[in-house]
Structures are given as C-alpha cells and as structure tokens.
C-alpha cells in the first residue's frame, strides 16, 4: 500500500498513478518542434520531410538558437514541425514516482482549478471509503488511543473534528495504517479511475508541462510528421517567392530571425 502521506492526506495533490496511463494521454497528442537548415537546401529538406516517418526535430532554446547563429551551417530557414512524440519515457520517468508495485504522482506545479478540484475528489473518495466508525475504531484499539471512548462515535460522525484532530496531524498515517485492506483498495482504485478522467479533463495542463520537459532536451523524435511553418530571413524572401511562388513562408528579419529560439 502507498505512503499514506502522499496518497491518504486529502489535503495534498498527489494521485496514484501509472506510466501507462500517463503514457495512454500523451501518445495521441500533437506535439511540434522545429528543423533547421539553409535556403540552398530548403526544398531538399522539404522533400526529406514528407517522406520521413519519423524526424528529429528541437525545442531547446540553446540547440536552436546555436544553429541559427552558427556561421559554419549558415541557417536562414526554420521550419516548424508537426507530429506525434515517440518516446515519453524520460517526461514520465520524471514525474511518476514508484514504490513496490505501486506508482504516484503529484500535481503541485499544475493550475489551481486542477488542484482543488484533486482535494475535492480525494475529500469525497477518502469520506465514502475510509472514514467510517470501524476504522476509527481499528485506529484506537490498535494505537491506544489515550481519549474517551465516547470520541470514536465523534470523530466517525464530525467530519471536520476528525479532519483538524487527524488529517491534518501525523496522526494521519497511523490512521491509515489501522484502516482496513478492503476499505484502502477500494480507495486507491476510485482515485485511479477519477485520475484518467482528470488526465482528459486537463489534458491541455498535462501537455504544457510535457513541452517544458521538452524544451530541456536537445532533440526530441516526431512521428508521422506534417510541415507547419517556414521562416525564412527577410533578405531571401523575395527570392524565395520568386523561385517558390506556390511555398507559404514567413519573412523575419535577420534580428529577429537570430532570437526566434526564445520566443518559440
């Protein structure tokens, strides 16, 4: 069974969770990445990427913003790629935490709505399963508890006495730990089917902290990918729509050109 510090305190965000089920939302959501290369080279590259299945593409402000301004590769082009991410195994390996058989993550950094709609459902789970007079009663003859006997009818029927004398103490875990198995599993099981609905809700949040792990690394692998855009620097322009008038390509100026890295 999970740490009762992460999962059983409802005042918390952390969720039980599986690689697979992290990895089930991320792996039919677009991501995007950029290629680069020289205007001479440009309809080579093209053609290289319709037909390519997959393609190696980046989202690291520094990997771009060094193959831009390096004199040696004499990049003017940037296309932005479309596709599907191949392997989410170092974002997930990240957040996901594991013990035994059992893995968890927490969702700290993501909006408030998200969270507080997490403590509501935890809240709701944890009354329906766990709080409930046998398992108060477990916890004070396994723990000995020191109060009148009285109390167990009132910590199973206040809510918020229990919640300001037990949840919200160290008490907690030793609560937990005299709960029944049954009571536990059940518990954990509601809160992972409420996790993959929450996964869909905030599908969107999931994907956002996805792409600030991939901003870190310094390529990452698209597959099926589709050409999104092309930017180009403002002095071939002209010449572009002269020789390519059919491609759809955005003029920057050099300046601007030099610093896309820190605006993508």
Known sequence: MLDGKYIFDVTKTTLPITKEVIDSCLSTSPSFGYVFTNYEN??????????????????????IFQSINDPNTN???????EGIKTDNNQFINTIVNSENDKS??????YSNF???????????????FIW?????KNWFMNNDIKLQMYMMNEYSEKWDMFFKDVIN?????????SCSDESKNKYINCLIKNTKKLL????????????????KEDFITLKNP??????????????CKKEWPALNVISLSQRNFNTLGYYI
């Open 42 to 63: 440009l309809i080579t590259k093209l053609n290289e990427i319709n037909k390519a299945k997959e393609i190696q593409v980046s989202l690291n402000i520094e990997t």
């Open 114 to 128: 998200m969270k507080d709609e997490i403590v509501d459902i935890k809240t709701k789970i944890f009354k329906k």
């Open 226 to 239: 589709i050409i999104s855009k092309i930017y180009i620097v403002s002095n071939l322009y002209n010449r």
């Open 104 to 109: 968890w993550t927490d969702f700290t950094t």
């Open 169 to 177: 103490t160290t008490d907690l875990i030793t609560f937990i730990n």
């Open 200 to 215: 869909d809700k905030y599908k969107d949040e999931v994907i956002e902290h996805l792409l600030t792990s991939d901003h």
């Open 132 to 136: 409930n007079y046998e398992n108060v």
């Open 75 to 81: 990049t003017d082009v940037l296309i932005k790629i």
